[in-house]
């Protein structure tokens, strides 16, 4: 069964605008960990935030910020006022803390492209 | 600030060769990852490293083989290279299990 799922092949944004990239999970395991990266057409995987299953408030960071829904089981990262480096791909992942796993779980990733 | 260091950044190989792809990290990371990342997907592990002298399977450690003899480096060797293996291989670390994962920038491969 898929861990990770980002349903959103490709998305567009206008510049200046705000974004959000879905990603839901599937885990029975109480404590994890939420992340998402970044990965422009250069290769470079890139960390941006990140989000634990016992956080009270959602994570941020700059223009970034994960909306944790944890009963929906989903984990968006909003992007505020795009700007033209933001075009990339972006990728959710998951650490299961489940049986001593150590292992992130990626989604296939979005392609996120900002329109001037 | 070098971070972790992957290299060669590419690489072709004939099937059958064998290669190590190196990673270094200068952050005193305990845990080392490998992962492959085949095109239009997200990345699989393929071995892992909780320190020194100690390395695990991932999901996907078919054909690899790794050693972790100090804190810094983790190489992936590769004894056969079979065309399935074409993908390209990232290298990260972190501090600890449940912190982010800091990447290399990479090592594209292909087995022809």
């Known amino acids: 069964a898929q861990k990770i799922t980002q349903t959103q092949p490709g998305m567009f944004v206008q510049e200046k605008e705000a974004v959000t990239l879905d990603c839901t999970y599937d885990?029975?395991?109480?404590?994890?960990?939420l992340f998402w990266y970044k990965q422009p057409s250069s290769g470079e995987m890139i960390f941006l935030i990140y989000?634990?299953?016992?956080?009270?408030q959602n994570a941020t960071e700059g223009r970034y910020s994960l909306n944790f829904q944890k009963a929906r089981k989903s984990a968006n990262l909003v992007i505020s006022a795009s700007q033209l480096g933001d075009s990339a791909m972006y990728f959710c992942?998951?650490?299961?803390?489940?049986?001593?796993?150590?292992?992130?779980?990626f989604g296939k990733g979005t392609k996120l492209s900002v329109i001037p | 600030n070098a971070g972790v260091t992957q290299t060669p950044k590419f690489r072709i190989l004939k099937i059958g060769q064998s290669m190590t792809l190196q990673c270094a990290q200068d952050?005193?990371?305990?845990?080392m990852y490998w992962y492959r990342q085949d095109p239009g997907m997200g990345l699989k592990l393929i071995y892992y490293?909780?320190?020194?002298?100690?390395?695990d399977k991932g999901e996907v450690p078919n054909g690899y083989n790794v050693s972790r003899s100090t804190t810094e480096d983790f190489p992936l060797r590769l004894e056969l290279a079979a065309p399935s293996q074409t993908s390209v291989y990232f290298c990260?670390?972190?501090?600890?299990?449940?912190?982010?994962?800091?990447f290399g920038d990479g090592t594209r491969l292909s087995i022809l």
């Open positions: 990260a670390s972190s501090y600890l299990s449940n912190q982010p994962q800091h």
């Open positions: 885990t029975s395991d109480p404590s994890y960990g």
């Open positions: 989000q634990g299953s016992y956080d009270q």
């Open positions: 992942a998951m650490r299961d803390d489940g049986a001593g796993s150590y292992q992130l779980t």
């Open positions: 952050m005193n990371h305990n845990y």
């Open positions: 490293s909780v320190g020194a002298g100690i390395t």
